[in-house]
């Protein structure tokens, strides 16, 4: 298939498929012989992949890791467990500061909460 299908079909514009494809996260490229790139229907699972990757927080260099494992089969289950134990980290980190940053907002949101009452008091009473 062509870049504009694969972009159809993703939801990723050609830049970033381009740079996938440089990054060697999109294996099985192959050139016609008018020059065009020939993505093969695997592509499109493997975008997909990248993606739902991305969205978990893991870096272009560690997909690239986990994607080379799976496709040579060699998957080093020690280094597999590292990486998502570190991974794993850094979503307790993230989980972390979100909670601080709720109980920031949740303060706040009460805060503006008796302000806007108070506002809505004092207007009242101006035209009792």
Known sequence: M???????RTGIGRHTLRYYEQEAL?????????N???YPESAVRQVELIRQLQSFGFSLSE?????NGIQSNEVDCAQGAQ???EKRLDIRK???QLRQVDKLLAAEQVRLEESAARQACN????FS
């Open 123 to 126: 207007v009242s009473e101006q």
């Open 26 to 34: 999109l294996p099985g490229i192959q050139r016609r012989a008018n």
């Open 36 to 38: 065009y790139r020939d």
């Open 83 to 85: 990486l998502l134990a």
């Open 2 to 8: 062509r870049i504009a299908q694969l972009e159809s």
């Open 94 to 96: 993230q989980i972390r």
């Open 63 to 67: 997909i690239r890791t986990i994607l």
